[in-house]
């Protein structure tokens, strides 16, 4: 009987220090992929702080500018570091002022950054299949946690953050396009928020079905908008959500 409690015993200590090995190892493990994640958060925001060398940038920390300042490009410098390079998005008073690429797919850009290296980052991308002079330009980028890349979008869904932010430029080498907001809503990633190669008539009724989805109300009329620029970055309402916000794109006279 008593061999047979010394057995128990034994196989009781046992048992009680695989756990703690399995605990202390999990317990590594996710401190690993911690620093592992911040050493890619922090080698991304490196990578687009170093753009301030080819770009003046106007301060993106404030909720109000009160007087419109863009992006001062040196866009030979820019495409000397990635010559995908096809554009710049600003939105003022919000973390949007980052660089647009179009490669060959709609993958690597998910992966790497400006300068081509891997980061959580990403690139913000055009869609292989779009041109920015199309009916529906769909840009995409990730929601990062720390509120950078394309997080902010989702602050759409509030009527008061629309009417801070009515506003975004897009900027190229030969000209600048105002991109007046009109819709913000929750979309599959198949959604027709993604809609190309519509007939005029199609495309009239496309856009105001995408003004009656809107979480907001917008000054935008319908008859007004002749080409679109789509935002598209994932969240968390439900598994494979995607928040998009649709603006006007209209040439800027600067």
Not at 41 to 58: H, I, K, M
Not at 71 to 100: F, H, K, M, R
Not at 133 to 149: D, F, V
Not at 157 to 184: I, K, M, N
């Amino acid at each position: 009987m008593r061999r047979k409690h010394e057995k128990s015993a034994v196989v009781w200590m046992s048992t009680v220090t695989l756990l703690l090995i399995l605990s202390a190892g999990i317990f590594l493990f996710a401190l690993w992929m911690i620093q592992d994640a911040l050493d890619s958060y922090s080698s991304s925001e490196q990578v687009y702080d170093e753009l301030e060398a080819v770009v003046t940038l106007p301060e993106s920390d404030k909720e109000e500018v009160p007087e419109l300042t863009l992006p001062d490009i040196d866009w030979d410098a820019l495409e000397s570091v990635n010559p995908d390079v096809i554009g710049w998005l600003y939105c003022p008073g919000t973390p949007i002022n980052y660089p647009i690429v179009q490669g060959g797919d709609n993958q690597f850009y998910l992966t790497h950054l400006i300068d081509g290296s891997e980061g959580c980052y990403g690139t913000l991308f055009l869609d292989c299949q779009c041109s920015l002079m199309g009916q529906n330009s769909i840009l995409y980028g990730h929601h990062m946690k720390n509120g950078a890349m394309l997080a902010s979008l989702t602050r759409y869904q509030r009527q008061e953050y629309y009417d801070a932010h009515p506003t975004l430029y897009l900027l190229q080498r030969s000209r600048c396009w105002e991109v007046s907001v009109f819709s913000g809503y929750t979309s599959d990633p198949n959604g027709d928020a993604y809609t190309l190669d519509l007939s005029a008539e199609e495309f009239g009724s496309w856009a105001e079905e995408q003004l009656a989805r809107s979480d907001f109300l917008s000054t935008v009329a319908p008859q007004s908008i002749r080409r679109v620029l789509t935002l598209s970055t994932c969240t968390y309402a439900y598994d494979d959500a995607r928040y998009v916000v649709l603006g006007s794109m209209h040439p800027y006279i600067r």
